[in-house]
């Protein structure tokens, strides 16, 4: 088996892990919003791309800045964001990276979406590329109006490298 093979082989295996640790995260969120919340469901997407240049890489933390979008049925909110890893190990150089969140409220009331995004968002975090690449980040916290991103996001990047461990987003409206 060649280092290709067995690398691609460790990553697929660390991003199931992350994978599978979403539903139990999921779950516990679920049953935190108490017995009278009612759901609203999905409101939007929010995707976050890279701002060349921003990347600081200190090998066990990391942080790089993003432009976010918030598309909802009430039209386009923008904000700025910071992700990273926060402790873990990251090997990666990376020229572009994107990624995607479903946004969900867990009520009907109305919400200011210029600003109902703002908080910070951690969890478990990993992302492989040789060329081209993907991972995963299983993500929960955020802001006290009953808003939160679907714990698991999709990233998709160009560069080199890997990363994995506590993965952070912190999004600030503009």
């Known amino acids: 088996m060649n280092f290709v093979s067995k690398a691609s ?35 939007g997407v929010v995707t976050c791309n890279y701002i060349k240049g921003t990347k600081v890489n200190l090998l066990i933390h990391s942080s790089a800045g993003f432009d976010c979008e918030f598309k909802h049925d009430g039209g386009i909110a923008y904000y700025e964001g910071e992700a990273g890893i926060g402790l873990g190990l990251d090997l990666q150089w990376t020229e572009t990276s994107t990624m995607s969140y479903s946004v969900l409220a867990s009520t009907d009331a109305k919400l ?35 808003v939160g991103l679907v714990p698991l996001a999709i990233e998709g990047t160009t560069g080199a490298g890997a990363s994995a461990g506590v993965g952070y987003l912190t999004l600030k409206n503009k």
């Open 9 to 43: 082989k460790l990553i697929s295996t660390l991003l199931a892990s992350v994978v599978m640790a979403a539903g139990a995260v999921s779950v516990a969120q679920a049953d935190n919003h108490g017995e009278g919340a009612k759901t609203k469901g999905e409101v």
């Open 112 to 146: 200011d979406w210029d600003t109902a995004l703002n908080g910070t968002y951690t969890g478990g975090k990993a992302s492989a590329s040789l060329g081209v690449g993907v991972g995963a980040a299983v993500l929960v916290g955020g802001s006290a109006d009953s």
